[in-house]
């Protein structure tokens, strides 16, 4: 079946620090890809998508995330994390343009220490 | 307004009670979704409007009753819950199958 994996329930990093965010996907063939974040008591806000094109993908609040087909992965990451950034981030995976289905991950608590 | 809209934020409701969520969307979207979040588990995509037209029941109790009178609304009507139902509604928009933008969610307790 398909699904998504974040691999990393909870991550810990000092504000300044570098970050990654593993996401894994198991399909046959290459989905559209989303990273979301979630702030407490909050909705899901878009940070970046891939369609096709260009496998390093910008978003916003200085994240970027890479697709790696050969290892069926999109790993969100970023320079310099800000204690702003402390919330839960999701992948999420569209398997069929035309069926409007997303599958989440489990997503990733983030806290920043100062 | 802009963007998702859902109302209320927050509610409670006891296992005989009838209560209704509300989604309103601001984008022109044609498609709406209904998801539930709990606490540990992957979002669950509960149902998906097109155009009015529901095009997906993932296998929801009919307790969940959903209703899209156009594109811009979204309702969730429930009844007779149950306690495992508490969780954060989530409703999302797109068009055509593209981005789905989510609204900030109603926290619903079942006692």
């Known amino acids: 079946a398909q699904s998504v994996t974040q691999p990393d329930i909870h991550i810990t990093v000092s504000e300044g620090a570098s970050l990654e965010l593993r996401c894994n996907y198991s399909y046959g063939a290459t989905p559209y890809l989303f990273w979301y974040v979630q702030s407490p008591g909050q909705g899901l806000q878009l940070l970046l998508k891939y369609f096709s094109g260009d496998t390093l993908v910008q978003g916003i609040k200085g994240f970027e995330a890479e697709f790696k087909r050969s290892q069926s992965s999109f790993n969100l990451g970023k320079p310099s994390v800000h204690w702003s950034d402390a919330a839960e981030y999701f992948c999420?995976?569209?398997?069929?343009?035309?069926?409007?289905?997303?599958?989440f991950g489990t997503g990733t608590r983030l806290q920043v220490f100062p | 307004e802009t963007g998702v809209t859902q109302t209320p934020r927050h509610l409670v409701m006891g296992m005989t009670n009838k209560k209704s969520l509300k989604c309103e969307q601001h984008?022109?979207?044609?498609?709406m979704y209904w998801y539930k979040q709990s606490a540990k588990k992957p979002l669950e995509l509960m149902f998906v409007y097109n155009f009015k037209e529901q095009t997906e029941n993932n296998s929801v109790p009919s307790r969940f009753s959903p209703e899209c009178p156009n594109s811009s609304h979204l309702f969730l009507h429930l009844h007779t819950l149950q306690p495992e139902d508490s969780a954060l509604y989530l409703c999302a928009s797109s068009q055509e199958g593209a981005t789905q933008y989510f609204g900030p969610g109603t926290r619903l307790t079942v006692l």
């Open positions: 999420a995976v569209d398997l069929d343009y035309n069926t409007d289905k997303l599958i």
């Open positions: 984008l022109g979207h044609n498609a």
